[in-house]
């Protein structure tokens, strides 16, 4: 006698199955939209104001340590180098300018002490001159390194901006004369700045 099986019985099981097999993807689009209603949108970084201000209070020690190195060159004399009317004949340090970076020029001291025929054609002054680009920042090294005999007129820089400069170059050149200027000054050099035209 055949068995009959009541259809009460049978759907539950065809859909415990069905729910069964739903419950899974349900489950995991439950799950992804609970994370991406609980995820917070990401902080940007924060400077780590503590390291700026170490490296600041780094940089001012090593400026007042050049500082205190540079007042062993004897204040400038003005009669001296205001007389001086090119720098082709210029014989303390002199800077020049450019947008990257600077030319540091130094005239290094004459072997021959005798005041015969200085800046002529036998002993001219071009001849001793020697150039270093340098960076602005890494100017304190630069200076402190020129020894103390390079300073005829104490302790006084000429600035200048390089020749020939485009047009757009301009602004970033005199951004970069004014960094060299306020080196200096933080230093005690006084600044003699030089136009196209000769003194300023």
């Not at 007042?64 to 340090?93: C, D, F, G, H």
């Not at 150039?131 to 390079?150: F, W």
Request: net charge positive; with cysteine.
């Amino acid at each position: 006698m055949p068995r009959h099986f009541s259809s009460s019985h049978s759907r539950p099981s065809f859909l415990s199955h069905s729910l069964l097999r739903c419950s899974l993807p349900l489950s995991a689009l439950a799950l992804s939209l609970a994370l991406a209603g609980c995820s917070r949108p990401s902080i940007p970084s924060i400077p780590n104001v503590a390291e700026a201000n170490a490296l600041a209070a780094e940089h001012q020690q090593e400026t007042a340590l050049a500082r205190q190195q540079m007042e062993l060159i004897p204040p400038p004399s003005k009669t001296r180098y205001m007389a001086v009317k090119s720098l082709t004949l210029w014989e303390n340090p002199y800077i020049t300018v450019q947008g990257g970076m600077a030319t540091l020029h130094v005239v290094v001291a004459d072997a021959n002490t005798s005041n015969l025929g200085v800046g002529g054609m036998l002993r001219p002054i071009g001849a001793r001159r020697r150039d270093l680009n340098v960076r602005v920042s890494d100017l304190p090294t630069a200076l402190n390194a020129i020894p103390e005999n390079s300073w005829p007129y104490g302790r006084v820089v000429a600035v200048e901006e390089a020749h020939e400069v485009p047009v757009s170059a301009r602004p970033e050149v005199r951004r970069n004369v004014e960094s060299v200027i306020k080196t200096l000054s933080d230093l005690g050099v006084v600044v003699y700045e030089w136009s196209d035209n000769g003194r300023s």
